[in-house]
């Protein structure tokens, strides 16, 4: 499985573990943990972080170095208006047209609001952008998503930097069985078997931040969120066994002495 690149719009997207940017101790930390994620799209949120700032030692100058394809995203936005306005910033800094989506409606759980980013979305794809949308794991909300135009849809296994796993792995299903977009789960991952998880359902990556950057060792965490991604990619494409109530045996019993 040499080249397992997959489509998002416009743009071909290498690794299917797609990394965030922020809570890192410093740069030189951000640098190696994104070089040991393998990912070659790097998420950074554009109201954080100085993207016009473009010297040695900083954001910019760090993507930019290592080749990384650059996703802003609009953390820290809670209506459409806000949202929309930082992507055509982005786009105004000369970043990539793909972007991802976040309009959040709760500030203490940080749940996305359905109605603001249908409405962002619809605007953004409008113009132009390629857009991910972070999103409940609602089927219906996902469908309308794609319906609008978005590249692909991004719902959470469980809030913003809980850690705590993939909650519901039905809606994931049914998501995955009518979307004729990439789906990347997107927050929630706390550790490597949750991003094996999502893979082997059959999502088309994972995105993650404090999984990593707030894990004792994040570099060493990094690798093993790449190793897992790809390790339930593969689990995926190889195609599991059937769940058995009782055993079956390895070998054959027939005509034995």
């Known amino acids: 499985m040499q080249d397992d690149s997959f489509q998002v719009g416009r743009h071909v997207i290498r690794s299917r573990l797609i990394v965030g940017t ?21 998420t950074v949120a554009l109201r954080r972080v100085d993207l016009a700032e473009r010297g040695a030692g900083s954001m910019f100058r760090l993507l930019s170095e290592g080749g990384y394809q650059i996703l802003a995203n609009t953390a820290g936005c809670f209506t459409a208006d806000e949202a929309v306005r930082t992507c055509r910033l982005a786009r105004e800094l000369g970043l990539s047209d793909m972007v991802k989506l976040e309009v959040i409606g709760d500030k203490r759980t940080l749940f996305p609001d359905n109605e603001e980013t249908l409405a ?31 590249a692909a849809v991004m719902p959470l296994a469980a809030p913003i930097g809980s850690g705590l796993g993939i909650r519901n792995p039905y809606n994931l299903r049914i998501i995955l069985e009518q979307a004729k977009v990439p ?75």
Do not use: W
């Open 120 to 150: 962002a979305a619809k605007t953004l794809v409008a113009e132009g952008f390629t857009v991910l949308p972070y999103c409940i794991d609602d089927p219906i909300v996902c469908r309308k998503l794609e319906e609008i135009g978005c």
């Open 22 to 42: 922020g809570k890192y101790k410093d740069v030189e930390e951000t640098r190696m943990a994104l070089a040991a994620s393998g990912a070659d799209v790097v």
């Open 183 to 257: 789906v990347i789960v997107d927050a929630g991952v706390g550790t490597a078997s949750d991003a094996a998880v999502a893979m082997e359902l059959g999502c088309q990556g994972v995105l993650m931040n404090t999984a990593i950057a707030g894990a004792r060792d994040p570099v060493l965490m990094a690798t093993a969120m790449r190793e897992a991604v790809s390790a339930g990619r593969k689990a995926f494409l190889a195609g599991r066994i059937g769940k058995r109530l009782h055993a079956a045996a390895s070998s054959p019993t027939d005509g034995l002495i």
